[in-house]
């Protein structure tokens, strides 16, 4: 197992840091060692800022949205309701599905001409032209993350709902003969009790937008003008369609640095958080 | 006023529910309508003659068994790989004691946060090196070391659920560690199994970015690769898409209606404790 580990994840990440101090362009062709080339053109060029930009704005709108979406239905399917116990496992049904599926309903249901949603904004006479969703630089990263977090919500919902589950009853009807409302309730009793659960949807969302591949490639390939170009877009982009792998080492390393001080950070303050409950 | 809660609360059901199936539902009926109804600009809700024509086209226009029997040989290769590694990982991790057994446990669960795409770039150099590029040998290392962390973490609520007597028992008698865990974790902690096999099968039947990456020849593509050359041509055809994406979607379904209940008290048991 720990062959296994090193084999596939340490000597790659030393082999990623090796090869982007080279200047190698296809794979297997040898490359003659450049230092710190690579990173001075990366960090020069607006490129990477612009696909940094990118992927933090996909990043908070993908967690923002995912984590409402999932807390909200979470509430809704912890309600008592015939059939709920089908409901809450089989809410998950979007996530099962490969991101092919999900592509290409996102197409379809998006395209300008033949989608049903262009066709209802247009019934409803809220546009009188057809909308290129996917296809305008503006639009472009909105549609996408719509689609990714319609395929990501249940999955957390799930993880939320079996939080709410925990909590004993008791704890809401001693709320309920105090007097509060919904609301108050939600506010005092539910929430801060899952407040560990819901710090995890939200780390777990955010690394895993920033993971985000299939959805944004197969719907617009990081276009248009490069409005969809996350890092995990340009990184593929540079290795596989530029056959330039040095430079797509040298943007993985960046981008490892770049996690690595979030991750540090959450866990920084994680752990003064549980300081500061002891004192 | 009950009668306005109780409606409130199925109200709200409902509009949940809708969010997740509609969309679903279109895909599926689109499935089946003909192809000018298909690219009619005005959309229909429910096909005016049904057809199975696009289904019968996969069959014939396209390679679509191939994609189809490449990407079950991925996925039950993977599936299986894991299941022996990570209950070897997950009995060493939480009944034996060593030392740095819990930094290991931590490590494990960071490789599984970790963004893959940062594995692309070396693992296509290794796997160049290797010779296994551009074959199915090459997808299932990849997915059982990104599935692998995740099912031992799984794999946690059940093994430490069985009790240390019985191990200590068959010990005594002389039980050698390997035997102890085939014997007695395995069969307890079955559903802990299925949960992690539903696991690695859905993440392998799923996974896309090292399969485009990794995969050249049109003989060994799995089945989302071969999908997306569909998806990516300038005439779209949308009818091979969408009975595709229904097939491609069943397998995931029927195996989550074997061990779903397992894989979410799998999932959420490492979650919530």
New interface residues.
Partial sequence: ?LA??F???I???L??AR?SLMNVGY??TPGTFVGADNYVRVLGTGEFWRSVRVSLIWTVLNVTLQFLLAL??AL??N???RGRHI?R??????W??????L???G???LDP??G?VN?LLRAAGLVRAPISFLGSPGLALYAVTAVNV?RWF?FFT??IL??LQ?IPKELGESADIDGAGYLARLWYVELPSISE?LK?VV??AS?WA??I??AI??LT?GGPMYATTTL?IL??YK??QEYR?SL??TL?MV??LL?LIY?LSYLRRAVREEVATLA | MRLAKNLA??F??A???A???L??Y??VI?SFKTLPE??????TFWPRTFTVEHYVRLFQQVPFVTYFLNSVYVALASTAITLV?AS??AY?LYRCRYRARHLLYR??I??Y??????????????F?RMGVIDTLLALI??N??VV?PFSIWMLRAFFTAVPLDLEDAAMVDGASRLQVLVRIFLPLSAPGLAAVALNSF?MS??E??FA??FIISDGHKT??VG??HF??QYF?D?GL??SS?VL??IP??VL?GLA??WF?KG??AG??R
């Fill in positions: 197992m296994w580990v084999l596939t994840l000597y790659p990440l082999d990623t090869l794979v297997g909200i239905a809704v399917l309600q008592e309701f409901v496992n089989w809410i998950i049904l979007p099962l599905f490969p991101s092919i599926v592509a290409t309903m197409k379809w249901v001409t033949l049903v066709y319609w249940p799930v993880i079996a939080a925990t659960v995890m780390l777990l690394l920033i993971n591949f299939d490639w197969l390939r995990t990184i593929y290795g596989f792998i797509a080492a993985s981008m490892f996690l991750g | 609360r199925y709200s059901v509009a949940v529910l969010v997740v199936l969309p679903m279109w895909i689109s298909l690219t009619s600009p005005t959309p590694l070897l990982a060493s490590a494990f960071s490789i946060i970790f963004p893959r795409v940062l594995l692309l770039i070396p693992l296509y150099v290794l160049t290392i990849v059982v070391t692998a859905l039947w799923t896309y970015l485009v990456a089945l989302p999908m997306a998806l990516q779209i949308w898409l969408m994406s491609i979607a995931p379904i989550f779903g209940r979410i999932l959420t979650a919530v």
